[in-house]
């Protein structure tokens, strides 16, 4: 009776003991895991700040030297050029270092999103107006094909950085004197979600490229057609807040016709 006891009691210290060991490997895996995606998050921030932000940021340096060169006879047109460059490469510095702050915040969590209804066209409006000047200096046109009072239930910030990424990426990538056209309308297969289509007429990309750009952690650049240096992280910033704000994105592209990127988000019920 002795015997039989004490090999229950050696059963169901051994069960104990695998179920410890088997809560132990899977913590260690979860630990091990979020290290490997925080040593990623690392790599990726060397990599833009090697790459992305030196580009920019060596223009200035080299402009500015030029311009106080002492040996320099300028007239009044260089000095606008110049400064024209330098305002180029300062906004280019700006914008990356945004995106940076906001994807870091977002992976530390320290991001809370506040989701409420949200106009399409108001949100499409104020950031067409934040890059008049970028627009300008290509001349390239906006046409605004959205249905009347369409909203979304969303985070605002989030949709704002996502529609004022997207929409740099087009004017980037689009020839001068061309258009872009953004448009919003119910989503043809569920009509419980809103589609936000943002078309230029540019460059576009093979079949490749744009299944690589896609790719949840492509961190890929490329310049514009005005010599615009690529923000690897913007697209990223911008997959990541569309799953934040349980959407989907997705692009389709014709190499040397132009592209089109779409945004799909719950439908407000008004």
């Known amino acids: 009776m002795n015997n039989h006891n004490l090999s229950?009691?050696?059963?169901?210290?051994?069960?104990?003991?695998?179920?410890?060991?088997?809560h132990f490997y899977n913590d260690?895996?979860?630990?091990?895991?979020?290290?490997t995606e925080e040593i990623k998050a690392k790599d990726l921030l060397f990599s833009i700040l090697s790459h992305d932000l030196m580009s920019p940021i060596s223009g200035i340096v080299s402009l500015t030297?030029?311009?106080?060169?002492?040996?320099?006879?300028?007239?009044?047109?260089?000095?606008?050029?110049?400064?024209?460059?330098?305002?180029?490469?300062s906004k280019q510095v700006y914008e990356l270092?945004?995106?940076?702050?906001?994807?870091?915040?977002?992976?530390?969590?320290?991001?809370?999103?506040?989701?409420?209804?949200?106009?399409?066209?108001?949100?499409?409006?104020?950031?067409?107006?934040?890059?008049?000047?970028?627009?300008?200096?290509?001349?390239?046109?906006?046409?605004?094909?959205?249905?009347?009072?369409?909203?979304i239930n969303a985070d605002k910030h989030s949709i704002d950085s996502i529609i004022r990424?997207?929409?740099?990426?087009?004017?980037?990538?689009?020839?001068?004197?061309?258009?872009?056209i953004i448009s919003a309308f119910e989503d043809f297969e569920d009509q419980n979600f809103v589609t936000i289509c943002i078309q230029d007429f540019g460059v576009g990309m093979s079949d490749e490229y744009a299944e690589s750009?896609?790719?949840?952690?492509?961190?890929?650049?490329?310049?514009?057609?005005?010599?615009?240096?690529?923000?690897?992280?913007g697209l990223r910033l911008c997959k990541e807040l569309v799953n934040r704000n349980r959407g989907k994105i997705w692009a389709e592209s014709i190499f040397g016709i132009g592209s089109s990127f779409y945004i799909s988000f719950k439908k407000a019920i008004i």
């Open 8 to 22: 229950n009691n050696n059963h169901s210290y051994n069960d104990l003991e695998y179920v410890d060991n088997n």
């Open 28 to 35: 260690l895996k979860i630990q091990n895991n979020q290290l």
């Open 65 to 89: 030297n030029y311009v106080c060169h002492e040996d320099t006879n300028f007239k009044t047109d260089d000095y606008k050029e110049c400064f024209k460059d330098i305002n180029i490469s």
């Open 97 to 151: 270092l945004s995106n940076m702050i906001e994807w870091s915040k977002m992976k530390k969590n320290e991001k809370n999103l506040n989701f409420e209804l949200l106009d399409i066209n108001e949100i499409v409006n104020s950031n067409i107006d934040l890059l008049k000047i970028n627009l300008k200096q290509k001349e390239i046109t906006i046409e605004i094909k959205i249905e009347n009072n369409i909203q």
């Open 165 to 180: 990424n997207l929409l740099s990426n087009a004017i980037k990538f689009s020839n001068a004197h061309s258009k872009i």
């Open 213 to 233: 750009v896609m790719n949840r952690d492509s961190t890929q650049s490329k310049e514009g057609t005005s010599k615009e240096k690529g923000l690897g992280i």
